[in-house]
């Protein structure tokens, strides 16, 4: 018996591919999802020369979809914030492409740098800014779909979030 391990390998494994799960076309699980986002952004001619900026409030553009879920892709320039919301009964991974950002919650704040990410269940109350002088880039991934983004109040002394106002952000 090896001391290791109770099971060993003889032969190569990659030769069983019944043992072997076929690659998914499109992310199922949360660790593909933010695997999704890890890759888009290691390809920037892909969404490099689609970003624009607007100056009155943050640019977006969808980016992809697949079956259930969305990509896109979110400029920010300097003091461009979302406002305290949710996105419904849509989870996400926020992952930020170019500059900083920063997500605040009714408990804490993270600074959120190039290669950074951010995974929330429906239902997560956040703000998310650019506070830096520099402007940002950030790619979002929501599955289901991003189909509503409820603005919340964040109350800090409670630990808590309280809807404001409906609509899309």
Do not use: K
């Not at 888009?40 to 100056?55: F, K, S």
């Not at 969808?62 to 003091?79: A, D, H, M």
């Not at 599955?143 to 899309?168: D, K, Q, S």
């Amino acid at each position: 018996m090896n001391s290791d391990s109770d099971l060993q390998i003889a032969g190569d494994l990659l030769e069983v591919p019944h043992l072997l799960r076929p690659r998914r076309e499109h992310p199922e699980t949360v660790a593909e999802f933010a695997g999704l986002a890890r890759a888009v952004a290691a390809e920037p001619a892909q969404w490099a020369p689609l970003v624009r900026y607007n100056a009155s409030s943050r640019w977006y553009h969808r980016l992809r979809t697949g079956p259930g879920y969305e990509v896109w892709l979110l400029s920010w320039l300097p003091g461009q914030g979302t406002g305290a919301h949710d996105h419904g009964p849509s989870s996400g991974v926020l992952t930020v492409l170019a500059g900083e950002l920063t997500e605040r919650t009714a408990r804490t704040e993270h600074r959120l740098g190039a290669g950074a990410q951010r995974v929330f269940a429906p239902g997560y109350a956040h703000e998310v800014v650019n506070g830096g002088l520099e402007p940002a880039v950030s790619l979002h991934v929501y599955y289901p779909g991003l189909t509503e983004m409820p603005m919340r109040a964040l109350h800090a002394a409670a630990g808590c979030a309280t809807p404001a106002a409906a609509g899309l952000g």
